[in-house]
């Protein structure tokens, strides 16, 4: 990269290099620039993510989906620390474009948790054999997963997540977007949506840094600037996971959910649907808070406990950024 001239890129020895004003990194979670960046920086959390798309579901059961669900308390995997495992579900083949509700037996259904990135966790193997154990007390139209179903693929994935996101550029002509950039939130893992949601702002300012030939990295940074929101959501999976080493009630997790979701109900779609669609704002997240609180007042010290009084201030800075904005 030469910050006056632009950018090249080795294609090797027998070809030309390509040559550029500015390079986009889309490589994803596990780009070898971004890695580079962060220079063997441990992962702040890590979300842990198997599943399967199959047929054999009964049909007139398979007619909505869930977006987080428990149906067990926090897992004590011994010397790999405990887990709260969360399901989501998802009918395949109805609705738009597809077959009326009630005449489809395909579903799509992940096991996913939520922990730090010590060596000590459990591989992808345990949770995948895991899910295979439970799956039938989450879907109880299976019984036996090797006779039941019709496994049409099956998907295991981890999402490592950091603090310092989005990623400031550190060089000129080079911008990381997507999952390389960090930009993905720290609860709804990544991939094509953590693009998407951003793709008018980002490609609208990139047009513009092109245009007016404002490339160096102190520009791009204002591409990929602080965001509060994002930052913000980090409490949330602090608060659904358990470090290693840390003792903590079976029923914590649970009794958090049950607690919230039942105060956001109440309080209407305004609240509710925003939140699972992954955006904070300020109104809905206070007012949630803050009826939580008195919905059960002896369960906030143990959240305070749980997190940490460091992560709970830094947070409370994050919230004051977006009631400022």
């Not at 294609?11 to 063997?40: F, H, W």
Request: proline share 5%.
């Amino acid at each position: 990269i030469s910050d006056t001239l632009g950018a090249a890129l080795d294609m090797g020895a027998d070809k030309e290099p390509i040559t550029t004003k500015l390079v986009l990194d889309c490589m994803g979670n596990a780009s070898p620039i971004s890695r580079q960046q962060r220079y063997g920086r441990k992962p702040d959390g890590v979300c842990a993510v198997v599943g399967s798309c199959a047929g054999g579901f009964d049909k007139d059961s398979n007619l909505l989906g869930d977006i987080i669900y428990t149906n067990s308390e926090i897992q004590d995997k011994g010397s790999n620390g405990q887990l709260q495992y969360f399901w989501e579900a998802f009918p395949v083949g109805i609705g738009r474009n597809g077959n009326e509700p009630g005449t489809s037996d395909v579903k799509t259904t992940y096991m996913f948790t939520y922990m730090d990135a010590s060596e000590g966790r459990p591989s992808l193997t345990t949770l995948m054999d895991d899910y295979w154990t439970q799956l039938p007390i989450y879907q109880p139209s299976i019984s036996n997963v090797e006779t039941d179903l019709d496994v049409k693929r099956v998907l295991f994935a981890y999402f490592p997540t950091y603090t310092d996101s989005p990623l400031k550029p550190q060089w000129s002509r080079l911008l990381a977007v997507g999952d390389a950039s960090g930009i993905q939130s720290p609860l709804s893992f990544g991939g094509f949506g953590a693009l998407t949601r951003h793709l008018e702002r980002i490609s609208t300012a990139i047009s513009e840094a092109l245009e007016n030939d404002l490339l160096h990295k102190s520009d791009l940074g204002q591409i990929n600037a602080y965001t509060p929101n994002l930052s913000a959501a980090w409490m949330f999976q602090k608060a659904m996971s358990v470090r290693m080493g840390q003792s903590v009630d079976s029923k914590f997790v649970n009794r958090l959910l049950a607690t919230n979701f039942d105060v956001m109900d109440n309080m209407g779609l305004s609240t509710m649907m925003p939140f699972l669609q992954d955006v904070v704002k300020i109104d809905g997240l206070a007012g949630s808070l803050a009826r939580s609180f008195v919905a059960d007042p002896a369960f906030m010290p143990q959240i305070v406990a749980h997190v940490g009084i460091p992560t709970l201030v830094e947070w409370l800075g994050h919230v004051s950024m977006i009631a400022t904005y």
